[in-house]
C-alpha cells in the first residue's frame, strides 16, 4: 500500500507533535500510577495527589488523542452501509459524519473553555498539594482546539477532495513509515 499524499510537512509535523503529546501523557499517567502503587503497596506511604493529577493528566492525554484520531480516522466504525454505497453517495456520508464529529468538537472546545475559565476564577485544586486545576483543563482544551483542527482538516480532505478513510487500513505501516522519516 503507499503513502496517501496527505498535505504538506508542516501538515505531517503538526500531527507528529499532536501523537507525540498524547503519548507522552499518556506515559506521564503510567508512570504516576505505577509510583502510586509503589509508595502505596511497597513502601505503605502513598504519593499525594497522585489520584488526582493523574486522572487529570488522563484527560489531557484523552483530548490529545482525540486531535490525533481526528486527522486519522482511525476510531472504532462500522462501513458496512458506507462501502455498499457508490462512492460520491460514500462520500457525501462521509462528509456529514465529519461534519457531525466537527459540531460535537466544537461545542466541547466551548464547553471546556467555560470550564477553564471557572477553574480560574474558583481556584479549584488538588486535595493535597493544592495544585491548580485550570492548567490541566487548559491542556484539555488546547487539545480539544487541536482536534477541532484535525477534524477540519480531515473534512476538507473528504469533501474537498474526495478522499476516504479507507487508506488508513493499513495505519500501522503509515505509522512506522512515519517514524522512520522523523
Do not use: C
Amino acid at each position: 500500500m503507499s503513502q496517501p499524499d496527505e498535505g504538506s510537512r508542516a501538515t505531517r509535523g503538526v500531527i507528529l507533535l499532536i501523537e507525540r503529546i498524547a503519548g507522552i501523557m499518556l506515559g506521564v499517567v503510567t508512570v504516576l500510577i505505577v509510583i502510586s502503587a509503589i509508595g502505596r503497596y511497597i513502601f505503605a506511604s502513598p504519593v499525594p495527589d497522585t489520584f488526582d493529577v493523574s486522572r487529570l493528566v488522563l484527560g489531557v492525554a484523552i483530548a490529545w488523542g482525540l486531535a490525533s484520531l481526528g486527522y486519522h480516522g482511525t476510531h472504532i466504525k462500522v462501513d458496512l452501509l458506507a462501502h455498499a454505497l457508490p462512492r460520491r453517495l460514500r462520500t457525501a456520508m462521509n462528509t456529514f459524519a465529519w461534519a457531525v464529529l466537527f459540531g460535537f468538537t466544537l461545542l466541547l472546545v466551548w464547553k471546556i473553555w467555560e470550564r477553564v475559565q471557572a477553574a480560574m476564577s474558583g481556584g479549584d485544586a488538588t486535595m493535597e498539594l493544592r495544585l491548580a486545576h485550570w492548567p490541566f483543563f487548559l491542556g484539555i482544551w488546547l487539545g480539544l482546539v487541536a482536534a477541532l483542527l484535525t477534524t477540519a482538516i480531515r473534512l476538507w480532505l473528504i469533501a474537498g477532495r474526495g478522499r476516504d478513510l479507507g487508506e488508513y487500513d493499513g495505519i500501522d505501516e503509515h505509522l512506522l513509515e512515519d517514524i522512520k522519516k522523523s
